[in-house]
Structure formats: structure tokens, C-alpha cells
């Protein structure tokens, strides 16, 4: 049994150690996921509080007991700190010591030191918390679409709890009614969990960074730099899923063309720069009046197409004349005098059975009418 325990220190040195230099890799290859970089340093802590702890005996307790928890508490509250990282928000580095603290006050309990259930317990206790913060951080993050997210969740929830009942357990386990085989096999159960856990959640940690990398390229791929809205890529990837859901339910789809008048004009006469501008707040506009599930995409240049799903002709219409309305108070000229802004707009229904691309034509056949006509105004193509 010496042995197992001897060989169970060593690899969860050599493991953590190994797991926290991998992630560090990691990081190193892609320094914008600072959340890798906590996590690798988490693991590494670890390593050195179980090192710190095998001198037990060897070294003075203020190292070997104090120092390792210590240690081992804000390791795991660099793991949630990290959790946090991830998900955007700040880290708080005070939390960092809020167990380490928590247990040097009740170091200075007289019992604290006599009572290894006790101070066994309250270890636990530390721990668990901290493992439970970095799951619940997991869980409020969850509208990202990350499928690694949710066993993430449920690996830390159940590592967490192993953790708060392993004093419990080792109680009852070493009761003198206890059968010591049955106890044994227990206490190799419950150390193995802990082990194979810290494994886990690194690679689950790791694919989280991985599927998030995949899903940021795949969105920067579909998406304009400029405007923030999905280019015709994004559109291509979207599309099919509308008109598809719009024939099979029979619901109307409507499309509206959106040009931004005289915009070569306005990019010799004012800079190109002040042309950006203009194609930032117009996409802005769009994106403010359209509604929760249409699609606004750049389409090229200074034109943009806003897909309205589930709208006939009518309550197209509609939409759109309050978004050109909105675009026409924009103050234009109190931020560059003599700019004046407006929107020429084509709308034509999708037809079931017809292709998308056809419909998109009969919106560009509205959209030059509008042209045609003077511009600044829309035109829907019935």
C-alpha cells in the first residue's frame, strides 16, 4: 500500500506538471485564449502543492501542510479565474487567496491543528467551492454554441462533489466496523477518480479552446470586417436554412435590397474614410430595426440585403420604412458638413418553388426602379 501511495504522489506530480506544460504549449501557439495560459499555471500550482506535500515528514508543517494548501487553493481559483477569462468577464485576483485565507484563520482555532477531520473537511470544503464556481461559470457562458461547454459543466459539478465527500468517506471507510478490504478498494477508487478527473478536465479544457479557435475562424470567415454583418458567405450558410423552413411551413420570405445612394460621391468627395463611416452606421441601423430572426448581410460594396423571414410583402414594408426612417434622422451633416445620407430600397417576396437567386433579382429589379425614379425611397415588387 506504501508503494501505491508512493507511485500516486509521483504521477500526480509527473501528470500535472505535464498537463500544465501542454497547455502553456498551447498557449504559447495562440497567446489570444489568455484562459489557456491560467489554466496551464493552475495545473503546474497543483503539481507543486502534491510535491510540497510528499516532504511531509521530511520538511517542517508550515511547508509541507500550509504552504501545499495554500498553494493548492489558489490553484484551483486560478482554474476558475480562468473559467471567468474565457467567458469575457474579469478576473478577480483577490479570489486567488480567499481559501488560503480561509484556512490560515482557522489555523489559529488551537484544535484546528489536532483535528485532521477537521482540517480534512474544511480542505474539501475550499476546493469544492472553487471547482463549482468554475462549472457554474462554465454554465452562464452557455449561449456560446460550444459543445465541449456542457461536459465541461458536469465534470467539474461531479469532481466537486467527489471532493466534499472525500472526508466523509475516509471516515467511514476507516471506522473500526469497517471492512478494511472493502475500505481499500474505496480509498483506490476515490484517489483514481481525483487522478483520471485532473486529466479529463485538462483535455476537456483544452477542446473547449480548440472548438472555440474553429468557431471564431469560422465566423471572422463568414462575417465583414467593416460592418460586423455576414458577407455573402454567411449568407450562402444561412440561407437555405430560411427559404427551406419558409417552404416546408408555408410562412412568406421576403427580401429587401438596401443601397446607400450616390456612395462613389460620397468617397470622393469626403475621404473613404467618412465612406466607411457612413456603411458602419447604416449597417448599425439595420441591424437596430431589424427583427430577432431576419438576416442582414453585406452584400457588396454599399449594398446590403436584409432577409425578413416569416414577412409578406406588407409587413416587409413596414420594417423597412421604419429603418430607412431611422437612417434619415441620423445627424449626417452636424458630423461632417454637406454629407447627406439616403437609402434607395428594393423589396420582392420569395416565391415557393422559385430559387433563392431569383428572388434576389426581383429585389435588384425593385431596387433600380427605386433608382429610377429618383432614388431615396423604396420600391417593392409585388
Excluded at 520538511?59 to 495554500?70: E, F, G, K, M
Aim: with cysteine; hydrophobic share 50%.
Amino acid at each position: 500500500m506504501a508503494f501505491e501511495v508512493n507511485t500516486l504522489f509521483l504521477l500526480t506530480i509527473d501528470v500535472e506538471a505535464i498537463l500544465g506544460l501542454l497547455l502553456l504549449l498551447v498557449w504559447v501557439q495562440n497567446t489570444r485564449v489568455t484562459a489557456v495560459a491560467w489554466w496551464a499555471c493552475a495545473h503546474l500550482m497543483r503539481s507543486a502543492s502534491v510535491m510540497l506535500y510528499g516532504l511531509y515528514g521530511a520538511v517542517p508543517d508550515l511547508i509541507s501542510i500550509d504552504l501545499s494548501n495554500v498553494i493548492l487553493f489558489s490553484a484551483f481559483g486560478v482554474t476558475w479565474n480562468g473559467a471567468r477569462v474565457f467567458n469575457g468577464r474579469a478576473a478577480l485576483p483577490g479570489s486567488l487567496m480567499a481559501g488560503a485565507v480561509l484556512w490560515l484563520f482557522a489555523s489559529l482555532w488551537p484544535g484546528f491543528e489536532a483535528g485532521a477531520e477537521a482540517r480534512g473537511q474544511l480542505s474539501a470544503m475550499i476546493i469544492a467551492v472553487y471547482i463549482w464556481l468554475t462549472a457554474f461559470e462554465f454554465w452562464r457562458g452557455r449561449s456560446e454554441p460550444l459543445v465541449s461547454r456542457w461536459p465541461a459543466i458536469v465534470l467539474f459539478a461531479t469532481h466537486g462533489t467527489m471532493f466534499l465527500l472525500r472526508t466523509p468517506l475516509n471516515t467511514l471507510l476507516h471506522d473500526k466496523d469497517a471492512d478494511h478490504l472493502l475500505a481499500n478498494a474505496w480509498l483506490s477508487v476515490l484517489s483514481l477518480e481525483a487522478f483520471l478527473m485532473t486529466i479529463a478536465t485538462a483535455f476537456i479544457l483544452l477542446a473547449m479552446s480548440k472548438e472555440r479557435t474553429e468557431l471564431r475562424h469560422k465566423t471572422a470567415a463568414m462575417t465583414d470586417p467593416l460592418t460586423g454583418l455576414l458577407n455573402r458567405r454567411g449568407l450562402d450558410a444561412y440561407i437555405g436554412t430560411l427559404v427551406g423552413a419558409s417552404e416546408v411551413n408555408g410562412v412568406p420570405l421576403t427580401l429587401a435590397l438596401i443601397d446607400v445612394d450616390l456612395f462613389k460621391r460620397i468617397n470622393d468627395t469626403f475621404s473613404h474614410s467618412v465612406g466607411d463611416t457612413v456603411l458602419r452606421r447604416v449597417s448599425s441601423v439595420i441591424r437596430a430595426h431589424c427583427r430577432q430572426d431576419d438576416l442582414p448581410v453585406r452584400y457588396g460594396g454599399d449594398e446590403f440585403l436584409l432577409v425578413l423571414a416569416g414577412a409578406d410583402l406588407a409587413t416587409g414594408t413596414r420594417v423597412l420604412q421604419r429603418l430607412k426612417r431611422a437612417s434619415d434622422a441620423c445627424l449626417w451633416q452636424s458630423e461632417v458638413p454637406g454629407l447627406t445620407v439616403t437609402l434607395s430600397i428594393g423589396i420582392a417576396s420569395h416565391v415557393r418553388g422559385a430559387t433563392i437567386a431569383a428572388t434576389i433579382a426581383a429585389a435588384d429589379e425593385a431596387l433600380y426602379a427605386a433608382k429610377a425614379a429618383g432614388r431615396d425611397r423604396i420600391v417593392a415588387k409585388s
